[in-house]
């Protein structure tokens, strides 16, 4: 009996020890329960390794919404950043992977084409639905998406994007030191060259670009140049009266002010290649790629897009002069005055799974929806 209990105590008491031997950092990333606007899936296998998606609620209604489907031959990642309430990003949710796959069965294949084509089916279902109730319900008409999606068939990648969201891919450099490689341009009027893009595609407007409480908006509204839906900024039929102050513009706009085509990105995936990152600009708001890539490196695969999300979630409560235990006090909404919603889904490329053949059953998994279930995902 005493030696029953005695291997009790120690073993209890080994992990006592090893908790303390954590950095404050590690024991604030591990402590998961006091926080239920966070949610996670710590590690799940997809054909080419594994990968961890985590999701933190800011919003009153969060308007981050997510995928990842897995095959026997694909990956596929999708980061729906969503703006001015959660339609447009949800209806992406339902929609584009689908259209994916049907245009990738008449194709026989994905490609960067097919990739587009699944986006402007998106926005044309989503600017149709936007039309059919603009009558009763004309503020969808003010929402929209950011938009990531990234897709590995057999040893290729392909990322398209709109918006500021970002994917990164992680590779050893030099000394065996972890390299984070941006793959995404930031659709964002913060950037130089997407103002020098916007002024030159909108010549007669000296209001295109507007400098609004020190930030750079297209029209004094928004950031993203690029995006799905926001009707109101594509199509003059669907401008709003000044009943809607925060997208009213005083006057209809001539021709399109955003765009919905994404910009692409694909390449074979090399053998120094490790893992690869999707998160929406909340992540991006605290971190750097290259901080965010070496907490991937140095840390346990189990969880670690939570951990990410806890190490940002940390970043902006000491920016605000606070601690992180004091903002999981905080309601959904008045979270948002501190950081915004944050999706990070982690991709690891273990390039032995495909040597071996390794099979692993489809999985379709949908961010913090706890909808997690059998994907059809088949590329021929």
Avoid at 80 to 108: C, N, Q, T, V, W
Avoid at 121 to 131: H, Y
Avoid at 150 to 159: A, D, H, S, T
Avoid at 251 to 279: H, N, W
Wanted: aromatic content about 8%.
């Amino acid at each position: 009996m005493f030696s029953w209990l005695a291997r009790i105590v120690m073993a209890c008491w080994r992990q006592v020890r090893e908790y303390a031997r954590m950095s404050k950092d590690d024991q604030e990333a591990d402590s998961t329960a006091g926080d239920p606007l966070v949610w996670s899936r710590d590690l799940e296998k997809h054909f080419y390794g594994e990968f961890s998606i985590a999701v933190v609620q800011a919003n009153e209604i969060i308007e981050d919404h997510s995928q990842v489907e897995t095959g026997p031959n694909a990956t596929f990642v999708g980061v729906y950043d969503g703006h001015g309430g959660p339609e447009a990003s949800r209806f992406i949710s339902d929609h584009l992977f689908r259209h994916l796959m049907r245009l990738a069965g008449e194709k026989g294949t994905i490609t960067e084409d097919v990739l587009r084509s699944a986006f402007a089916a998106t926005e044309d279902g989503f600017l149709t639905l936007v039309r059919r109730t603009y009558g009763i319900k004309p503020s969808m008409a003010s929402t929209g998406s950011c938009c990531l999606v990234g897709v590995i068939l057999g040893g290729k990648l392909y990322v398209a994007n709109l918006g500021d969201s970002r994917a990164v891919i992680c590779y050893l450099g030099r000394s065996n030191k972890i390299v984070a490689e941006q793959l995404t341009r930031d659709h964002n009027a913060s950037m130089e060259d997407v103002r020098q893009e916007l002024r030159s595609l909108h010549p007669d407007d000296s209001h295109i670009l507007v400098m609004k409480n020190g930030v750079w908006r297209i029209k004094g509204i928004i950031q993203v140049s690029r995006s799905i839906g926001d009707a109101y900024l594509k199509r003059p039929g669907f401008s709003l009266d000044p009943s809607f102050p925060r997208f009213h513009l005083p006057e209809p706009i001539c021709r399109p002010v955003l765009t919905s085509v994404p910009s692409m990105y694909s390449r074979d995936l090399r053998s120094k290649d490790k893992y690869l990152i999707f998160a929406s600009d909340g992540l991006w708001d605290q971190l750097t790629i290259q901080e965010a890539a070496e907490i991937v490196c140095n840390n346990p695969r189990a969880g670690i897009a939570r951990r990410l999300v806890k190490k940002a979630l940390n970043e902006a409560s000491r920016k605000r002069e606070t601690t992180y235990d004091e903002l999981k006090k905080l309601d959904k909404g008045v979270r948002r005055h501190f950081h915004d919603d944050i999706t990070v889904v982690v991709i690891f490329i273990d390039h032995e799974f495909l040597q071996k053949k390794i099979s692993v059953p489809g999985l379709s998994v949908r961010g913090f929806s706890d909808t997690v279930g059998p994907s059809n995902f088949n590329i021929p």
